[in-house]
T-cell receptor
Framework: KNEVEQSPQNLTAQEGEFITINCSYS?????LHWLQQHPGGGIVSLFM???GKKKHGRLIATINIQEKHSSLHITASHPRDSAVYIC?????????????FGQGTRLTINP | DGGITQSPKYLFRKEGQNVTLSCEQN?????MYWYRQDPGQGLRLIYY???????QKGDIAEGYSVSREKKESFPLTVTSAQKNPTAFYLC??????????????FGNGTRLTVT
């Protein structure tokens, strides 16, 4: 079982819809990253958070440390939001700091 | 604009040949990383470097080698010993040498196909 699980794996929605992508993890973490991978392959860091909530434009990221769960929300979704969204956690595993990545959620927003 | 440049975007090689992927950053970052991405899997760390002239193996270093002679450059060589080299390779950097304690900046990747 992966230490980081994302759901759903694929998500298709209509423009304007509110989007939620979930990330659950099974290890103790010091930080969680949300990343966006565009169709060309480049990756952009969206958020790094260790508690609470962060907002940037139409994107909101929340984390619940007790429940080991994070969500990425997109309000008023737009076709340009279509991308793969990746969750990654910074954790101490086998005595070393590691960044463990989820498999990604492929989001498609139709006009 | 500052950023990370990976070249080439697409690379084709015959089995048995070594190939070097370029990664250059002008962000003045101390730490640099190489990841491999395969379909349906999360990114996996190949090698990382926290400072010039020093680098450490990641989770899947076998069949790969790196060098860090300059702060700006962290080339990755995929050797003929790598059993399954066809993949998408991503280079990243971060400001702080402590692993993953600051946001990562990624390049646009190199897609390597070995036949």
């Amino acid at each position: 079982k992966n230490e980081v699980e994302q759901s759903p794996q694929n998500l298709t929605a209509q423009e304007g819809e509110f989007i939620t992508i979930n990330c659950s993890y099974s290890v103790g973490i010091s930080a969680l990253h949300w990343l966006q991978q565009h169709p060309g392959g480049g990756i952009v860091s969206l958020f790094m958070l260790s508690s609470g909530k962060k907002k940037h434009g139409r994107l909101i990221a929340t984390i619940n440390i007790q429940e080991k769960h994070s969500s990425l929300h997109i309000t008023a979704s737009h076709p340009r939001d279509s991308a793969v969204y990746i969750c990654a956690v910074r954790a101490l595993i086998q005595g070393a700091q590691k960044l463990v990545f989820g498999q990604g959620t492929r989001l498609t927003i139709n006009p | 604009d500052g950023g990370i440049t990976q070249s080439p975007k697409y690379l084709f090689r015959k089995e048995g040949q070594n190939v070097t992927l370029s990664c250059e950053q002008n962000l003045n970052h101390d730490a640099m990383y190489w990841y491999r991405q395969d379909p349906g899997q999360g990114l996996r760390l190949i090698y990382y470097s926290q400072i010039v002239n020093d680098f450490q193996k990641g989770d899947i270093a076998e069949g790969y080698s790196v060098s860090r002679e300059k702060k700006e450059s962290f080339p990755l060589t995929v050797t003929s010993a790598q059993k399954n080299p066809t993949a998408f390779y991503l280079c990243a950097s971060s400001t702080l040498p402590q692993r993953f304690s600051s946001p990562l900046h990624f390049g646009n990747g190199t897609r390597l196909t070995v036949t």
